[in-house]
């Protein structure tokens, strides 16, 4: 049966984290339930639906921003007590409203991540896990990368207390007490978790996990080792998954799978005839989903989905026909509910309008007054900078709680705006002047009404390293904007990895001298996208990456020797006297593998730099393998191939049309030329969304050239313009021999 889904807008209100909202259990099957929202401004509403009007049940009073919203209760009975984390600080409210908890822990961040079961609190802050049991410490555990959600098992089915972290290096932990059970490799950076079903399915065992590249994916968590049961790939390139659920609303007794998603994309998935899941339905919204619910909130009956978004509002997806036939033949009615409706919010709107204007007489009179101050207003953003592996670029997406009325960007390195397509942003260049202020790229978007979310893709150049900048300025009074910056880093297109394939020709760069492992991991955090910024614990770690544009790999690791001077001599020193000495005898190592001599290059020519910043003395070596260097103009190849004939190709467009249009058909054409008309949109439309891409190969080809003699102490930029001909008239062999013959 098709699925027909009526959207509804209920409510709305402060801006909303991850995972804030939740439907209360109904007394009766189908029968309406109760709404708990928890929003930046420290609110907890709580309210239900009579008549399509939202009726408020309790509202708190506002304090620090709610991280998190969680319903709990005993085990085995319905689960409608609210718990709410704000900064360290866990809050208890009944359904009814009245306050029964105020839990302080002892964590020193904020709580980003919260779990209830029973008696059992689960908490994250950002690398810390604790586990309280009636509000006593029973478990922790520091974890090597930022933890975005947790989750623990049903202990009702388990009989044992099972704890899952999902963390940023695509890993989920699973816990026992405070020791790692075993590690999970997931494909993306997993964001939020979910038991399937919503009971974590017949064993229990069973994880819904979601990543922010938009991967959704079903494990069975056991007590020995994990079991991979699907992954539904990203294969529309939305947005990533911040929330997920389950819920009958086709009412065929088996539950679909609910997907709320970063680009505003609300999906529901069921399972057919297969064991996994298949996209049935979908529907936009304007913006992040932030929580995704099943229930019945409208009306007893008519079964809906309920979302909520980064702005607040509260959004329904209901089963339940917004018109009513009046008869046979006779035109649709709007229902006399929805005209008083309608003719309540027309009399809210003019009255608003008038305070807004009554409100801005007055700021106006304030602020022309001789002890005038100006207020500035106070907006949220909500941005991301991610790189996407598909087509190593960078997505930037910036979220307001308002309308935007412009985004200004400015780069001090090189880089390339990219098209995107649900982007209707109006966007214009202005002339840079690199030279004497490092400005390369000056952008302007202007934005259409009532756009809250703008995403654009950048492109960058690795080795070439600074600041973007981008200025957001909503359409508020009076005007202001908000200043977000990313950094751009030397080795920006890496991307982290599990394991990398070690019988690849490898070049090897080795670094030695005074150095601590703090400064040496936050060289590599200076270098590298997605190292955690903690330092690691213990004396050694390891890093794999993989070049998301060429495919080359890159090993890190890096380790302080063991002999050191012990505790006890610092404990009977004086401590200044003692730290100088432990610094002078403390004695790291670094060594750097890849299979591109250019990225070999770039880490010498910025750890360099990074130490003399520091006086630090740095002993540098290393080991080129001759091989890789045919190895990488390998894996280049099939892509210079592939831009040269779409280049070819699209010069041919405009002169076949023309022939096309003289004779009257494409008859006397050969096939080739033929297939290259009826492509002519594609091809062009795909030569637009790479710009520069051939010259981006070239300069790939190029510094691989250079630095290939550069470690041999050879200046060859003179063979250069040399190099650039043989790549016009492109030949693998014929290249391959120049650099072999150069030496």
């Excluded at 018109?323 to 009399?347: A, D, F, P, T, V």
């Excluded at 960007?409 to 202005?430: E, G, M, T, W």
């Excluded at 949109?681 to 790939?700: S, T």
């Amino acid at each position: 049966m098709e699925l027909q889904l009526a959207r509804v807008d209920y409510l709305q209100v402060g801006v909303t984290s991850q995972k804030t909202m939740k439907l209360l259990p109904a007394s009766r099957r189908r029968a309406t339930q109760k709404i708990v929202i928890g929003d930046h401004d420290g609110v907890v509403t709580c309210f239900g639906i009579k008549k399509g009007e939202a009726m408020p049940v309790f509202k708190t009073l506002p304090g620090q921003r709610i991280t998190r919203l969680e319903l709990g209760g005993a085990l085995n009975t319905p689960q409608e007590k609210i718990f709410v984390a704000t900064g360290s600080e866990v809050r208890g409210f009944t359904k009814r409203g009245k306050q029964f908890l105020s839990f302080e822990t002892n964590l020193t961040e904020n709580i980003k991540a919260m779990h209830i079961s029973g008696a059992d609190l689960f908490l994250c802050a950002s690398y810390i896990y604790n586990h309280y049991c009636d509000c006593k410490d029973q478990h922790y555990y520091l974890s090597g990368d930022k933890i975005n959600d947790v989750l623990c098992l049903p202990v009702e089915k388990l009989s044992c207390i099972r704890p899952i972290l999902a963390c940023q290096d695509r890993v989920l932990r699973v816990l026992q007490g405070s020791d790692l059970l075993y590690e999970v490799e997931v494909s993306g950076p997993p964001t939020v978790l979910a038991l399937n079903n919503g009971n974590g399915g017949d064993s229990g065992e069973e994880l819904l996990f979601g990543t922010s590249d938009g991967k959704v994916g079903l494990i069975q968590v056991s007590s020995a080792s994990p079991v991979h049961k699907w992954e539904v790939r990203n294969e529309k390139k939305r947005g990533g998954i911040l929330c997920i659920d389950n819920f009958d609303i086709l009412g065929d007794g088996v539950k679909e799978l609910l997907v709320g998603r970063d680009d505003g994309m609300l999906e529901i998935y069921n399972f057919e005839s297969t064991n996994e899941p298949i996209l049935r339905y979908d529907h936009a919204l304007s913006e992040s989903i932030t929580s995704i619910q099943g229930g019945c909130v409208g009306k007893d009956g008519y079964d809906e989905i309920l979302a909520s978004t980064y702005s607040g509002w509260v959004t329904g997806l209901t089963t339940e026909p917004i018109h009513r036939e009046g008869g046979s033949g006779e035109e649709l009615k709007i229902s006399q509910e929805m005209q008083n409706k309608i003719s309540s919010l027309r009399n809210e709107l003019e009255h608003l309008q008038i305070k807004v204007l009554q409100e801005r007489e007055k700021y106006q009179q304030s602020s022309q007054s001789s002890t005038a101050l100006s207020a500035v207003p106070a907006f949220s953003v909500n941005d991301k900078f991610t790189l996407n592996k598909d087509d190593a670029s960078y997505s930037l997406i910036l979220e307001v709680q308002t309308a935007i009325d412009n985004v200004l960007v400015q780069s001090d390195v090189p880089i390339d705006l990219l098209d995107v397509d649900k982007n209707s942003a109006v966007v214009s260049f202005s002339g840079c002047d690199s030279e004497p202020n490092s400005n390369f790229l000056l952008a302007t978007y202007r934005c259409q009404a009532n756009t809250t979310r703008l995403e654009l893709k950048i492109r960058s150049i690795e080795g070439q390293y600074g600041t973007l900048q981008a200025y957001v300025t909503p359409r508020i009074q009076p005007k202001t904007c908000q200043l977000c910056q990313y950094q751009i880093k030397p080795l920006s297109l890496h991307q982290r990895t599990h394991f990398i394939d070690h019988d690849r020709p490898m070049n090897t760069l080795m670094l030695k001298g005074h150095f601590s492992f703090a400064e040496i991991h936050s060289w590599v955090v200076f270098c590298l996208p997605e190292v955690p910024e903690k330092t690691p614990i213990g004396d050694s770690v390891t890093f794999y990456f993989q070049n998301t544009f060429l495919d080359t790999q890159l090993e890190s690791t890096y380790r302080l020797p063991a002999q050191n001077i012990s505790s006890v001599q610092i404990f009977e020193a004086e401590f200044r006297f003692v730290r100088h000495e432990a610094n002078a005898l403390n004695k790291g190592e670094g060594f750097f593998k890849s299979d591109n001599i250019s990225t070999i290059s770039i880490l010498k020519d910025v750890l360099s730099k990074e130490a003399t910043k520091r006086k630090i003395n740095l002993n540098i070596s290393y080991d080129i393998n001759e091989v890789s260097v045919n190895h990488t103009l390998k894996l280049i190849h099939p892509k210079l191939e592939y831009q040269l004939l779409l280049a070819k190709k699209v010069q041919l467009i405009d002169a076949l049309k023309e022939l096309q249009v003289h004779e009257g058909n494409m008859d006397f054409l050969i096939p080739e030329y033929r297939c290259i008309l009826e492509e002519a949109d594609n091809l062009l439309e795909e030569y637009k969304k790479q710009p520069a891409h051939l010259e981006r190969l070239y300069g790939m080809i190029t510094d691989l050239f250079i630095d290939k003699f550069k470690f041999k102490g050879t200046n060859v930029k003179t063979k250069v313009p040399l190099l650039l001909e043989i790549l016009d008239s492109y030949d693998q062999n014929a290249l391959i021999a120049f650099f072999d013959a150069a030496a």
